[in-house]
Every structure is written in structure tokens, then in C-alpha cells.
């Protein structure tokens, strides 16, 4: 299939295969030998070709399967050379538009370096929530629901190939040596920061794609799958019907979307792996930069000092030379303790030659690091069971505080903000930030936000009031006035969710909307 991609001709098989693939992108199944010619000059071949040519290089490729050839009967001729020109058509084959995409996408993948990005999670969380709420309405359109399951497999689809192409290049990178220090320092340095703000929110975005799909999953994957499966209009099949292959193209697809953020055998989501590939190589190339920073310090590194210490080696004449050269490299000679003495120094006088002298014992440490041994007394060891219990203390004391902020702020179903009142300032600065992180959360299509802690345990169903009226929460520092929104605050994951979604969802009672 891909033996036009070698040989003298590739250039050429080339370009009549691309001259092919740029008349189907136009509709125009079928090119005669002029419609070739003229074809090539669109995809770049401006050498001129000889018919004799373009006609070896047409009968080849279909020798190899990659066009097929037929004759125009319903053209009229004028000459015989007329005939002979305009009565063959070619067109490529399955194969041939096989081999040409296979071509492309080599290219393309060598081309491209892949990314990390953070758009295409909240792409893939958004289109979950779109389908959360498309499966809630019974009378939704199956064809917005088949569009908003492709775009969330498209957007898987790039998630998954940018991130295997990034990963590849970061790991050549990492094993790469680099000519250029100041360029190598450079791109390491920019991968590091590219790395450390991918990083910032995974977690958090990772955690609220994980809720969405178990959301998704409680009004029914299968359901989705059928409902979009009638909107689908997959073309008839000669092999038989293709809606059992199109499902579980559909399942796989889910299946692989659980792998990534909520797997069903509680194994760890590739989300956390990926996590974990990303800080080992910021560690990685934090390390490298540092040894490229060291090098730069040192007047000449100790790799070099030694393949210049070799070549001197190599270069010694004698082998007593080299002893010499040893000893001045590496200072391995003899040792000699001149400062030490004999304990009782009047017994050993001071003509008395070291031959004749009674040994003195040498300390290893002297010997090693050039001292002898200072016996005195053991240091302290710190009690740090008074800094330990501290801070157990607090931090249960900030553990009850947060549980009892949380106690005050939720609600069994959707309430107005005003209702809440009066709050403790610890308390109000829980609720600032669960208002701020809805706020800042793109709105579904009824109009409601949702956002959840940090450590997602607490989640926040925010919805704008019918009428214009202003709440106002007091606290011990001051009062914020705001829009009086319908608020639901309850532990991501309780089984009162569902009741309290549904319940953001109705209209207000009359009584209160006035």
C-alpha cells in the first residue's frame, strides 16, 4: 500500500496521489489524463511531465491497487488522439485514499508536538453538563443530543492524542542533550512553567468531569446512546445493520472517558497519572537546568579536567613519571602527623630520631578529614511533643470550624440568600468563596451555576431570582449587598442532590417571588 512513498519516483507518486485527494475534496471522483496534469500544478508539482510519463506513473499505481481505471462512454470524441486521452478516467481506490490518509497523518503527527490543555477539560465537562440536562427534557431533540455526544468525543479524542504527542516530546526532552546551553536552558525553562500552570487546577477540574459523568450515568448512559443512535443517520451497510457497531463504538468511547476521571474498578484515573508524569518531569528538568547552571560557574567542569588529565597520562613517558603525575593529581602520598606527640612528652627526647621514637597512634579521622577526635558533651536533643500537640490542637480546631461553617451554610433545599441573614465572619468568608468560585462558573442553559469546594465536598447550585430584589448578609466586620439569588448548599455527592437539583429548577412560589 505504500510503496509509492519510496523509490526514485516517490516525489511524483506522491503528488498524482495528492492531485487525486485535492479532486475529491471538490467532488470530482474521476480524473482523466488532462484533469491529471492540471490537477498536479494545484498541489505544487510545477515540472513539466511527459505524456509517456504521466502514464507509466498512472498504469503503476494501479498495478499496486491504489487507482482504478475505466473507460467514458458517454464522452464524444472528435480524433482518435482525443479518444485516447479523455477515454481513460482514474480514481483512487479504498486502498488508495487509505494509503493517502496514512501519508497525511505521518506527516501530520511529525509535524505536531501535542499539548496540555486545560480548555479542552472544561470543554469536556461542559458538554457532560449539556447532556445532564439535554436527558432531563423527554421531548429534547435526539439530534442535539447526537451532536453534543460527538463534540464530547472529539474533545476526548484531542485530550487524549495531544497528551500522548506532549508526553513523547517531553520524554525525548528530557533524555535530550542539547549544543546550544543558552536554547536548551530556555525551552526547559518554558516547559517547566508551561508543566507548573497545567498543574494548577487539574485536581479541581478533574474532580467536577468526575461528578459529571456519574451524573450523566444516574439519567442512563444507555438511554443517551439510543436516543442519539436515531438521530445518527448512519448510511446503509452491505454487510448488514450498522447501529450494533455504531453502540458500542459509542460504549468503548465511555469506557475510555471513565479511564481517564472515574474508573469503575477503582483503579487510579490517567487524570492522576498524567498528574504524576508532569511533576516527576518538572523535577526532572528543574535538576537539569540546575547542572546546566552549574556547569556555566565553573570555569571548565570536572568532565573535561579529567579526559585532559588522561591525555597527560597517555603522554608520560616513564612509569615513574606517571607515579609523579599521580601524586601531584590526586595528593595520595604518604601522610606525615608532625604536630602529634608522644602523651608523656619528657620520656622521648627531642634528639631522638623517629626511627628509634615509640609509634604514636594516628587518629582515621585525621587522616580523613584533618581532624583528630574532640570528645565533649552529647548536645540536646529537642522535645518536639509540645510543637507536635499544637499543631494537632489546631488543626483539629480548623477541621471543626470548617465542619461547623458548613453545618450553618447548608440547606435542605433552594432558599433565598437574604434568608441567611446575619452570619459569623469565618462563616461568611466560606460562603464569599462558594459564591465567588459559582459566579466565575460558565451558567447552564436554565440559567444555573454550579462549582464545588477545593477538596470537592461541598458543592453550590446558584440561580438567579425572578424579580430584581437585593439581599443584604451582615457580618461583625461590615454588610455585602447583593442580587437576592436562590442558593442550595449541600455535600457533593448526597443522595438529597437529586431532589435539590430539582428543586433549583422549579419556579419560586408565588408568595415569595413577590
Known amino acids: 500500500m505504500f510503496r509509492f512513498a519510496t523509490g526514485d519516483r516517490a516525489d511524483l507518486y506522491g503528488a498524482v496521489l495528492q492531485a487525486f485527494g485535492a479532486a475529491n475534496e471538490r467532488l470530482e471522483t474521476a480524473l482523466a489524463l488532462d484533469g491529471v496534469r492540471s490537477r498536479l500544478r494545484t498541489v505544487g508539482w510545477l515540472t513539466a511531465v511527459a505524456d509517456d510519463d504521466l502514464q507509466d506513473i498512472l498504469r503503476q499505481l494501479k498495478q499496486w491497487g491504489l487507482l482504478d481505471v475505466v473507460q467514458n462512454h458517454a464522452e464524444n470524441y472528435r480524433t482518435a488522439e482525443d479518444y485516447e486521452r479523455r477515454n481513460l478516467q482514474y480514481s483512487l481506490t479504498r486502498r488508495g485514499e487509505a494509503a493517502l490518509a496514512g501519508v497525511e497523518q505521518a506527516l501530520l503527527v511529525l509535524a505536531s508536538t501535542g499539548a496540555l490543555q486545560t480548555a479542552v477539560l472544561e470543554a469536556i465537562a461542559d458538554r457532560l453538563d449539556e447532556l445532564y440536562l439535554l436527558l432531563e427534557d423527554a421531548t429534547t431533540s435526539g439530534r442535539r443530543l447526537f451532536t453534543t455526544l460527538q463534540e464530547l468525543e472529539s474533545h476526548l479524542e484531542a485530550l487524549l492524542t ?6 513523547g516530546e517531553l520524554q525525548r526532552l528530557l533524555r535530550a542533550e542539547g549544543a546550544d546551553l543558552s536554547t536548551f536552558r530556555e525551552v526547559k525553562t518554558a516547559t517547566v512553567a508551561y508543566l507548573q500552570e497545567f498543574l494548577g487546577n487539574l485536581d479541581q477540574r478533574s474532580g467536577a468531569i468526575a461528578s459529571a459523568v456519574a451524573r450523566v450515568e444516574e ?5 443517551l446512546h439510543e436516543r442519539a443512535l436515531r438521530s445518527a443517520e448512519l448510511p446503509p451497510s452491505r454487510s448488514g445493520d450498522p447501529a450494533p457497531a455504531w453502540l458500542e ?3 468503548a468511547r465511555w469506557e475510555g472517558l471513565r479511564a481517564w476521571f472515574l474508573p469503575t474498578d477503582r483503579s487510579r484515573p490517567r487524570a492522576e497519572q498524567l498528574h504524576d508524569v508532569a511533576r516527576h518531569a518538572i523535577v526532572t528538568l528543574l535538576q537539569v537546568l540546575d547542572r546546566i547552571t552549574e556547569s556555566r560557574r565553573r570555569s571548565s567542569s570536572a568532565v573535561q579536567d579529567f579526559r585532559e588529565l588522561a591525555r597527560w597520562f597517555a603522554a608520560a613517558p616513564t612509569e615513574p613519571d606517571l607515579h609523579r603525575l599521580w ?9 606525615r602527623h608532625l604536630h602529634l606527640a608522644h602523651p608523656d612528652p619528657e620520656l622521648v627526647p627531642a634528639s631522638v630520631t623517629w626511627a628509634q621514637a615509640p609509634p604514636v597512634q594516628v587518629s582515621a579521622l585525621l587522616r580523613t578529614s584533618g581532624r583528630t577526635e574532640r570528645f565533649s558533651r552529647t548536645g540536646k536533643v529537642r522535645d518536639v511533643g509540645g510543637v507536635k500537640a499544637a499543631r494537632a490542637e489546631r488543626a483539629r480546631a480548623e477541621r471543626a470550624e470548617l465542619e461547623a461553617a458548613w453545618d450553618v451554610l447548608s440547606t435542605d433545599a433552594p432558599m433565598r440568600l437574604s434568608l441567611l441573614g ?3 465572619h469565618v462563616v461568611f468568608e466560606r460562603l464569599l468563596d462558594l459564591l465567588g468560585r459559582a459566579l466565575a462558573s460558565r451558567p447552564g442553559r436554565d440559567g ?11 458543592e453550590i447550585i446558584l440561580r438567579p431570582a425572578a424579580d430584581a430584589a437585593r439581599a443584604v448578609l451582615l457580618t461583625a466586620r461590615g454588610e455585602l449587598e447583593s442580587p437576592d439569588y436562590l442558593v442550595a448548599i449541600h455535600e457533593a455527592g448526597n443522595r438529597k442532590r437529586q431532589e435539590t437539583v430539582a428543586g433549583a429548577h422549579q419556579p419560586l412560589p408565588k408568595e415569595e417571588a413577590g
Not at 495531544?162 to 508526553?167: D, L, Q
Not at 601524586?327 to 601522610?335: D, T
Not at 451555576?449 to 470537592?456: H, I, K, L, N
Open 422 to 424: 446575619s452570619l459569623d
Open 249 to 251: 463504538g459509542r460504549r
Open 162 to 167: 495531544n497528551t500522548k504527542s506532549f508526553n
Open 448 to 458: 444555573s451555576r454550579r462549582a464545588v469546594t477545593a477538596d470537592g465536598r461541598v
Open 219 to 223: 439519567r442512563g448512559v444507555a438511554l
Open 327 to 335: 601524586s601531584l593529581a590526586f595528593g595520595l602520598g604518604s601522610a
